[in-house]
């Protein structure tokens, strides 16, 4: 995401960029943007100012706010397309990067990623962690900053690893459902996958 960011000229501009993206047909006002991506409003009012003049969103009236306003993609954007093929084709984020973030919510043993890391929509999950120790509190605020920087929300599933075992051992159809189709075992330490 720091390269991007030295690219665009900064991390929030492409993760608002990335938000749109992903969500192109949805209105945002700059306090769901603010949210959403995890930048100051400061910043989205900023890059969304830029981002108007540059024709990539344009304003609209916002359904959730009576006589408020947001901003949704411009679909007739110019370089729409190549935008689109270079932001959410790339790897969001790298593996390390991934494992970096979830290690620091308790004691993980496997995590894989599909779904929007592997630009695979049809996948049921984005991520799956195994781990223990890990308070939900913590795993919803990790999933929250993975959202931001990706743009999109996630699908994703936890257990803990005596639970998944014993899913596995059962041929549980969630497990089977994404270890069949495309996925990434980025961390594995569970001996058993």
């Not at 960011?5 to 993206?21: D, N, P, Q």
């Not at 790897?91 to 308790?106: A, D, F, N, T």
């Amino acid at each position: 995401m720091e390269q991007l960011g030295k690219l665009f000229g900064s991390e929030a501009k492409v993760k608002i960029m990335r938000l749109f993206l992903f969500n192109p047909e949805t209105v945002f006002d700059t306090g769901e943007i603010s949210e959403r991506a995890k930048v100051e409003p400061s910043k989205v009012r900023r890059e969304m100012s830029n981002l108007e003049k540059m024709g990539l969103v344009k304003r609209r009236a916002s359904a959730k706010k009576r006589g408020g306003h947001g901003f949704v993609l411009e679909t007739q954007f110019s370089y729409l397309t190549q935008l689109q093929n270079f932001l959410i084709n790339i790897e969001p984020l790298l593996p390390k990067e991934i494992i970096r973030k979830v290690s620091k919510i308790g004691n993980i043993k496997l995590i894989v990623i599909a779904g929007v890391f592997l630009q695979e929509a049809e996948s049921r999950i984005d991520i799956l962690i195994v781990g223990d120790g890990i308070k939900k509190s913590n795993l919803e605020n990790l999933i929250k900053t993975l959202e931001a920087e990706i743009g999109k929300e996630l699908r994703y599933a936890h257990f803990t690893t005596e639970d998944f075992k014993y899913r596995i051992s059962m041929f549980d159809k969630l497990i089977r459902d994404i270890l069949d189709y495309p996925h990434r075992k980025i961390l594995n330490k569970t001996g058993i996958v």
